[in-house]
């Protein structure tokens, strides 16, 4: 339904698409598995965790075992916000030809894009916590040379996708 807020944009009530169901359980079931993982080997942990990890994906500093919480609890923060931002898509920026026509697509779009994001992210910070762990535990010594071009992709690509088609709507 169709109300202004402030004489500004309409507030739609638009209904979640399957794909953002299944992103969310993806997203949300990796991470269930991830703090898992994390809780169990807890205890397990060495006193001394990654506390950094550069751009090749090699750990340059190190720091105490309480630094392993730091991922979690960002991640958790990224994850709540975007998810109260998903639900109000009228505050979203868009191009001035948003109207009262086309207004739903725009919303759905942008909606979807934040969905899709928020996910990856949480998704990449359950790849992080899981790889600190292997780490500091001596499994492995880095993330990999290939974590920032995959990051960069999976993250550039709905937002090209997005783009494209924020383009298309008229």
């Known amino acids: 339904m169709w109300r202004l807020r402030n004489n500004s944009r ?14 969310d359980i993806i997203g949300g079931g990796l991470f269930l598995a991830t703090l898992v993982f994390f809780c169990t080997l807890l205890g397990d942990l060495p006193e001394r965790v990654p506390g950094h990890i550069n751009a090749a994906g090699e750990v340059d500093r190190w720091g105490g075992k309480g630094e392993i919480f730091i991922l979690p609890i ?45 996910n990856i992210t949480t998704i990449i910070f359950s790849f992080f916590i899981f790889q600190d762990i292997r780490i500091a535990m001596g499994n492995a010594d880095s993330l990999g040379h290939w974590f920032l071009p995959a990051l960069i992709i999976a993250t550039g690509i709905p937002i090209i996708r997005a783009l494209v088609k924020s383009s298309r709507i008229s």
């Open 74 to 118: 960002v991640s958790v923060c990224i994850w709540v916000s975007m998810t109260i931002l998903e639900r109000f898509p009228h505050v979203h920026n868009y191009p001035q030809r948003l109207n009262e026509t086309n207004a739903k697509a725009f919303y759905l779009n942008s909606r979807k894009l934040l969905n899709t994001l928020k």
């Open 10 to 23: 309409p507030v739609l009530t638009i209904p979640r698409t399957k794909t953002e169901w299944l992103w």
